[in-house]
T-cell receptor
């Protein structure tokens, strides 16, 4: 069973920030939150990950609540190429299987 | 190579035929995972290797599915006597210890 809950779909206007929420209320203290996205006909692509501090890279920002039970992926200026399915996963210890849910289908609208 | 390479990209098999799907992970990546993705669903875990050792095969749906990684690099997922329900995209991912996964583009298997 997936350890995360995400809305099935979201729309975002081109150029606006896209904020994708994720609930992971059963996360353990040593488990990281990872975000991936999957564009049609491609494998999932790594975006960002974090443990308890907010993180930012060239693709996105990750905001993790203080209790670590939820997080938000922020795409600051969404483009049409950001249209994809976004997966939030909780990564357990090394070698343990990662369970994907069904993700959030983000549609960026011109 | 620069990424995870999977071949073939597409495979059409007649029901009952055996297939072999290949994964070339990123050089030096210790961990290798196979996932199965049905249309409209998220990837489902099949099996995990650490070097040549298959440490978790709990996701393999039946004994018709077999995976190997004999030298700790290239891996092959074999499906015997394919059935229509085996039609899916098969994804391979590799990682260094403690890092995120890098996925290949997958093999789309269609059983007719």
């Amino acid at each position: 069973d997936a350890k995360t809950t995400q809305p099935p779909s979201m729309d975002c206007a081109e150029g606006r920030a896209a904020n994708l929420p994720c609930n992971h209320s059963t996360i353990s203290g040593n488990e990281y939150v990872y975000w991936y996205r999957q564009i049609h006909s491609q494998g999932p692509q790594y975006i960002i990950h974090g443990l308890k501090n907010n993180e930012t890279n060239e693709m996105a920002s990750l905001i993790i609540t203080e209790d670590r039970k939820s997080s938000t992926l922020i795409l600051p200026h969404a483009t049409l190429r950001d249209t994809a399915v976004y997966y939030c996963i909780v990564r357990p210890g090394e070698g343990q299987k990662v369970t994907f849910g069904t993700g959030t289908k983000l549609q960026v609208i011109p | 190579g620069a990424g995870v390479s999977q071949s073939p990209r597409y495979k059409v098999a007649k029901r009952g035929q055996d297939v072999a799907l290949r994964c070339d992970p990123i050089s030096g990546h210790v961990s290798l995972f196979w996932y199965q993705q049905a249309l409209g669903q998220g990837p489902e875990f099949l099996t995990y290797f650490q070097n040549e050792a298959q440490l978790d095969k709990s996701g393999l749906p039946s004994d018709r599915f077999f995976a190997e990684r004999p030298e700790g690099s290239v891996s092959t997922l074999k499906i015997q006597r394919t059935q229509q329900e085996d039609s899916a995209v098969y994804l391979c991912a590799s990682s260094l210890r403690g890092s995120g996964y890098t996925f290949g583009s997958g093999t789309r298997l269609t059983v007719v």
